[in-house]
């Protein structure tokens, strides 16, 4: 399972990009789930115990809270992180992987890019965690053919659809629907916001 992502970014950026806190975990989670070989949870059901334990965003990195809300999914894996960027418009993703039955930090990565290619980012630290965590391997064809695709979706698009998200969670479903049908304007081939109305029962 993976943690909501801790916004280190600073200043004004800090409130800015902090929707990629659900974004990123969200996005990075579609990236590890295609991989046949392992099941990752779903952001919803992340959501529900974050909800449910009333925990911060803030509190997402700590190791024990990871930990924690790691047990209560049943997991064997917890991955926690952060981002940082900086004025020159780069950030890095910062991860870190904890065996949930120890508590000990199994592997940790960082990537960086230029914020605006985010999913190329995301597709970074994914493969690097597969790798680091020696899970199977996600089938060549599945990753270039993501890869591709999320290399045409723009940054305005995916900050809409993590707006959605935090709005979705905050139980504006209106507020959801209209970020979600904005991003899909930015980018009509985007699935996931597609898949997020679904859920909403928007055609």
Do not use: W
């Not at 992502?5 to 659900?22: N, V, Y």
């Not at 990123?24 to 070989?37: H, R």
């Not at 979705?168 to 597609?194: R, V, W």
């Amino acid at each position: 399972a993976i943690m909501y992502f801790g916004d280190g970014a600073i200043g004004k950026a800090h409130d800015e990009l902090a929707p990629l806190s659900k974004g990123i975990c969200d996005m990075l989670i579609t990236e590890m789930a295609d991989n046949p070989g392992i099941t990752v949870v779903e952001r919803d059901q992340l959501q529900a115990i974050v909800a449910e334990q009333k925990l911060s965003t803030d509190k997402m990195t700590d190791p024990a809270t990871a930990v924690r809300v790691g047990k209560l999914l049943g997991v064997h894996h917890m991955i926690a992180g952060g981002f940082v960027t900086d004025p020159a418009g780069t950030m890095v993703l910062n991860l870190r992987s904890f065996d949930v039955e120890t508590g000990k930090i199994e592997f940790t990565t960082n990537a960086s890019d230029k914020t605006a290619n985010l999913l190329a980012l995301i597709h970074k630290v994914a493969v690097k965690t597969n790798a680091g965590l020696k899970l199977p391997d996600i089938p060549k064809q599945v990753g270039e053919v993501r890869q591709a695709k999320d290399e045409k979706i723009p940054f305005q698009a995916v900050m809409l659809y993590s707006r959605g998200l935090q709005a979705k969670d905050e139980k504006n479903n209106s507020g959801a629907i209209e970020l979600f049908h904005q991003a899909l304007k930015a980018f009509p081939g985007y699935d996931a916001p597609q898949k997020e109305l679904t859920k909403l029962g928007v055609n």
